[in-house]
């Protein structure tokens, strides 16, 4: 029998092409970014995923820690095995400031009529009103959000204010991403931590291959503390590292003075490291280890940079007209996630918002709590609670 030849239709079918573009610093690229990358494949369905590392990203100029050629790199390597996922190295090779809305018009000019999405962390999409020309980028893509541990946004109240902001929604999908993030990455890796449970294997090889994240005398500082204070520094590391950037403080100082600011807690009076070591006055035995920890850090380590040695100096009583990062030093010692006490989280927020306020409401904590147990109040630190209440007024 024969069969019924088909006539080709003459109408004509239009295919629009769907393209998601996943831009970041990736510095470095983690396990969630693949994941939030195969999150949108399975939501979007899109037939090409456009991976695009920032040269500069625009809210990050002080920090990029590692070459745009190594987050390049390792960006191909994370991505290499996802299915239409290809690394562009556009936004490298062009050079200055990454803005979206620069990148979105260049591929909307070399895929005409794709309909572009852009992706982002829900992290980001409460910045997203701050980013240059933000009309620019929904005319050119559809907002693509995916949700985090931890910075969870709720869907429908965003949605409310991004509509009433840009008359247009955005795309909210299902899956939410572990709380990892490239700070604590290169704050893990500075640490020699295991980095399995955070990054795609082939970026840990690349990691240790290349030497990056690594930060002299951190882990030689480690050396000197039992387990349980270990995991205090890295709580201390990772906390203020998490607040460096907002702060303007330069990422690697704060994880320098964090790793060496309990680096002379357990040690003997008359350790080798110590020798030469004296204070001109009496001070109260739990405030001592910051002095003798700043003369360790200088002596054993070679760390020159005053600032952070002024961070472990005072880590313990603050003083007055702290620097930021011997404020976020301090703070970070107070409220890294293994403190728990009563009003710990009040002070966690002010952290994120006011380091001067935030100064006040701790010492304030901490001298009722000493005159409570009749701990040893030490002038510097009733001397710092003056200083911070009086720039209240
Ligand atoms: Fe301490
Ligand atoms: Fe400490």
């Known amino acids: 029998m024969r069969r019924k030849m088909r006539r080709a239709t003459p109408s004509v079918l239009v295919f629009t092409m769907k393209i998601a573009i996943f831009g970041g610093s990736f510095d470095p690229v983690h396990a969630e ?17 456009i991976v695009m590392p920032a040269f500069i990203p625009p809210h990050k100029q002080d920090r990029a820690l590692a070459s745009p050629e190594d987050r390049l790199n390792m960006a191909k390597l994370a991505f290499a095995g996802v299915k239409n996922c290809e690394v562009s190295a556009y936004e490298i090779n062009a050079g200055g400031t990454s803005y979206t809305y620069l990148t979105l018009g260049y591929l909307a000019g070399k895929f005409p009529g794709a309909q572009l999405y852009f992706l982002v962390g829900a992290d980001m999409l409460k910045d997203f009103y701050t980013w240059k020309q933000p009309e620019t980028i929904l005319s050119l893509a559809d907002l693509v959000v995916c949700n985090r541990e931890g910075d969870k946004v709720s869907y429908p109240a965003e949605q409310f204010r991004f509509f009433s ?3 247009k929604r955005f795309i909210g999908i299902e899956y939410t991403g ?12 500075a640490f020699g931590e295991d980095l399995k449970p955070y990054l795609p294997f082939d970026v ?25 204070r270990r995991k205090h520094t890295l709580g201390v590391a990772l906390t203020a590292a ?21 680096v002379a807690k357990n040690m003997q009076a008359d350790a080798p490291e110590l020798s030469g070591f004296a204070t001109e006055e009496k001070v109260p035995a739990p405030v001592l280890h910051q002095y003798t920890g700043a003369y360790v850090a200088e002596h054993t380590f070679g760390i020159r ?38 009003g710990v989280e009040k002070l966690r927020r002010l952290l994120a918002e006011d380091l001067n306020e935030c100064m006040y409401q701790s010492l304030k904590h901490e001298l009722r709590h000493l005159k ?22």
Do not use: C, W
């Open 33 to 49: 970014h693949v994941n939030i990358v195969k999150a949108a494949q399975a939501a979007l369905s899109p037939d090409k995923i």
């Open 165 to 167: 902001k840009f008359k």
């Open 178 to 189: 572990r709380d990892i993030s490239s700070t604590k990455a290169r704050v893990l890796t």
């Open 204 to 228: 840990i090889d690349y990691i240790e291959a290349n030497e990056l994240y690594r930060i002299e005398g951190v882990k030689g500082a480690l050396r000197y503390l039992k387990p349980s």
């Open 242 to 262: 998490r607040y460096a950037e907002r702060y303007k403080i330069p990422e690697k100082s704060a994880v320098l003075a964090a790793a060496m600011h309990d």
């Open 305 to 342: 940079d005053e600032d952070v040695l002024n961070a472990v100096r005072y880590h313990t009583s603050g003083r007055p007209n702290m620097s930021d990062l011997e404020k976020l030093i301090f703070l970070s010692d107070m409220l890294e996630p293994s403190r728990d006490f009563k």
């Open 372 to 393: 409570k147990s009749g701990g040893e109040i030490y002038p510097l630190t009733f001397r710092a609670y003056e200083y911070y209440k009086g720039l209240r007024k």
